[in-house]
């Protein structure tokens, strides 16, 4: 950027959003800070011809935000305004003695003393005029400023020449920019022109638009490095070239452009559109990330193993016979397509598997992209979906034992139970007892127990229960039984919160051990449930078998003894259902249905017994 002519750097656009950063800039400025050294804190912006550009465009968007407000001192943006440092001023004897002054009546050596001042009103003027302009920067930024989300594009947030690498590279969006950054290594050798020095400056932007805390998990792969992934050529012969553009990205053919001349879509790719369909379609974080693994690894299958000449194909180019092999391949993964080690996306050894699939992996993924299929042609992205005319059934697997459920027995929530209260007290310990006994008296899945406030619970004339957001972003109501209310009454006054009437509606029902009102994690929850189950069962007196099929039980687990629980003590399968959010209850059924099996094995054997 540092050769880029004067005039191009005129029109590039440092400045689309307004974010806190934009303020907190004019506001170091403000302070007397120079433009260079706050464009480069605050703005990413690394050299200083540059910095005078994109200041001018942070003070032009503000002051244009300020006159449509109505602010009558919108000048003051940007505005500099400088105080004369002086020397210390004396005191009003000193100033007397000095001047030989003492004969004079006070108010008219107070007359002489600010005559002999004079500048020092003017410093305190600027002064003053200063102070309206910081308050006038804060009274904006909390009209104006915008909080930079993982799933902003990149061309809000960073100037228009470097957006535009990262978006010929498949980086669309903040969340992208943050997965391909923190795969670590040499992320940014597909971004022309920018070395090392110029990646840690977007990635210092980075960290200043989005908080660590709020970052999405890692992405899977990165498309855009697909060239390199592979260590074994492809079975045509065809290195890295089989790509159809360096960022993974495949140009149009005539039929995909046709299409897109109809599309409700702004995508200009395939990458794109995938990306219109998982912000679109994905209701939590968890769904986006399996949504965008999915479909990555089928546009990777695009590119490696379709098409010809070894340009790869388009999703607008698969048919009947693609769907067919794409689903034979996804039951039978070569060799080439799973990770020898753990590496991170572009590393040696990495590949878009793991593993082969298990049976349900193969189907989960299946039914997602005959999903993706079915969103990109109502969009008119696609002129056709293919899927609809293959049989997409994949059929039972046969080693899925139906009678098995991932729950805890009766016998192993009591070794449980007992290697808990058999430990020193401590957070960790009291946290662990709540879970257990909350989670199998309730039934509430993990994202519901990490959502849900105290203030959720409230006692009706029906009894104590709680209002649950749970999957698909919906709401239903859960009755809490005494077991449940026990055990939160114990964990609430091992954290120093008291009652549940007399702790605060805010505090979260699960918390850190370091903080009574701080919410924890999914992957805190995951870590703490796993341990402390392992634990329990390593120490347990259970019989071998039971040790071996509990030992990788999750918190997910103690869902399931809740339904298995409910149905051994004869609660109806509607309730059930009804507790444990199931859209129908076929799923209850299908899951804990041994009630039809008993009435059916107890009707035959009156027959045949």
């Known amino acids: 950027m540092s050769n880029t002519p004067s005039s191009t750097l005129l029109n590039t656009r440092f400045v689309r959003r307004l974010g806190p950063h934009h303020f907190a800039h004019l506001r170091a400025c403000a302070e007397g800070l120079a433009i260079a050294d706050c464009a480069r804190r605050y703005l990413g912006v690394e050299h200083g011809h540059e910095a005078i550009t994109a200041h001018r465009q942070a003070v032009d968007a503000v002051r244009a935000v300020a006159r449509r407000r109505g602010e009558s001192a919108w000048r003051l943006v940007g505005l500099t305004i400088r105080t004369q440092a002086g020397s210390a001023r004396p005191d009003l004897d000193e100033f007397a003695a000095a001047q030989g002054l003492e004969a004079f009546s006070e108010s008219e050596v107070v007359k002489l003393y600010a005559e002999a001042f004079a500048a020092d009103r003017k410093t305190a003027r600027s002064q003053r005029l200063r102070e309206r302009q910081l308050a006038l920067l804060r009274r904006l930024e909390g009209l104006a400023a915008e909080t930079p989300q993982p799933g902003d594009l990149v061309a809000g947030w960073f100037d228009g020449v470097l957006a535009a690498k990262l978006v010929t590279a498949g980086i669309l969006t903040l969340g992208d920019l943050n997965a391909r950054v923190s795969a670590g290594g040499r992320w940014f050798a597909s971004l022309p022109a920018v070395g090392v020095a110029k990646a840690r400056g977007i990635e210092r932007h980075l960290a200043t638009l989005l908080p660590r805390d709020v970052q999405p998990p890692?992405?899977?792969?990165?498309?855009?490095?697909?060239?390199?992934?592979?260590?074994?050529?492809?079975?045509?012969?065809?290195?890295?070239?089989?790509?159809?553009?360096?960022?993974?990205?495949?140009?149009?053919?005539?039929?995909?452009?046709?299409?897109?001349?109809?599309?409700?879509?702004?995508?200009?790719?395939?990458?794109?559109?995938?990306?219109?369909?998982?912000?679109?379609?994905?209701?939590?974080?968890?769904?986006?990330?399996?949504?965008?693994?999915?479909?990555?690894?089928?546009?990777?299958?695009?590119?490696?193993?379709?098409?010809?000449?070894?340009?790869?194909?388009?999703?607008?180019?698969?048919?009947?016979?693609?769907?067919?092999?794409?689903?034979?391949?996804?039951?039978?993964?070569?060799?080439?397509?799973?990770?020898?080690?753990?590496?991170?996306?572009?590393?040696?050894?990495?590949?878009?598997?793991?593993?082969?699939?298990?049976?349900?992996?193969?189907?989960?993924?299946?039914?997602?992209?005959?999903?993706?299929?079915?969103?990109?042609?109502?969009?008119?992205?696609?002129?056709?979906?293919?899927?609809?005319?293959?049989?997409?059934?994949?059929?039972?697997?046969?080693?899925?034992?139906?009678?098995?459920?991932?729950?805890?027995?009766?016998?192993?929530?009591?070794?449980?139970?007992?290697?808990?209260d058999a430990q020193a007290p401590s957070p960790s310990r009291a946290?662990?007892?709540?879970?257990?006994?909350?989670?199998?008296?309730?039934?509430?899945?993990?994202?519901?127990?990490?959502?849900?406030?105290?203030?959720?619970?409230?006692?009706?004339?029906?009894?104590?229960?709680?209002q649950v957001h749970g999957k698909g972003a919906k709401n239903r109501i859960a009755a809490v039984p005494g077991q449940a209310l026990h055990a939160l009454e114990d964990y609430l006054l091992a954290r120093g919160l008291g009652s549940i009437q007399a702790a605060a509606p805010s505090a979260p029902l699960l918390a850190a051990t370091q903080d009574a009102m701080a919410p924890i994690g999914y992957q805190a929850l995951y870590e703490h449930v796993r341990g402390w189950l392992a634990k329990a069962v390593r120490a347990s007196s259970l019989p071998a078998n039971e040790r071996d099929r509990l030992a990788g039980a999750t918190t997910h687990w103690l869902r399931h003894t809740f339904g298995t629980r409910a149905i051994a003590r004869q609660v109806p399968l509607d309730v059930i259902q009804a507790q444990m959010g199931h859209a129908s209850i076929q799923t209850t059924t299908a899951i804990y249905g041994r009630a039809p099996i008993r009435r059916r094995v107890d009707e035959l054997g009156k027959a045949f017994g």
Not at 375 to 387: E, F, G, I, K, T
């Open 218 to 420: 890692r992405l899977l792969f990165a498309l855009s490095r697909a060239p390199a992934l592979f260590d074994a050529p492809s079975p045509s012969g065809a290195s890295g070239a089989r790509a159809a553009s360096p960022s993974g990205e495949r140009v149009l053919d005539d039929r995909s452009q046709a299409a897109l001349a109809r599309s409700l879509l702004d995508a200009g790719s395939d990458l794109e559109a995938v990306q219109r369909w998982i912000q679109a379609r994905a209701g939590s974080l968890a769904t986006a990330t399996l949504y965008r693994r999915e479909a990555h690894r089928l546009l990777l299958w695009l590119q490696y193993e379709r098409g010809e000449n070894g340009r790869g194909a388009t999703l607008a180019q698969m048919g009947v016979a693609e769907c067919s092999a794409f689903m034979a391949f996804l039951q039978h993964i070569p060799p080439r397509w799973i990770s020898r080690v753990r590496a991170a996306p572009g590393q040696p050894g990495w590949a878009p598997f793991r593993g082969q699939l298990s049976h349900r992996s193969c189907r989960q993924s299946i039914t997602i992209i005959a999903s993706l299929f079915a969103w990109l042609q109502s969009a008119r992205y696609l002129a056709a979906n293919p899927w609809v005319l293959v049989n997409q059934a994949t059929g039972d697997d046969p080693g899925h034992k139906m009678l098995d459920t991932k729950a805890l027995s009766e016998a192993a929530m009591a070794e449980v139970l007992r290697f808990i």
């Open 431 to 466: 946290r662990m007892r709540f879970i257990v006994r909350f989670v199998e008296a309730v039934g509430l899945r993990s994202a519901e127990l990490l959502s849900a406030r105290l203030g959720d619970l409230r006692m009706e004339p029906e009894g104590w229960v709680m």
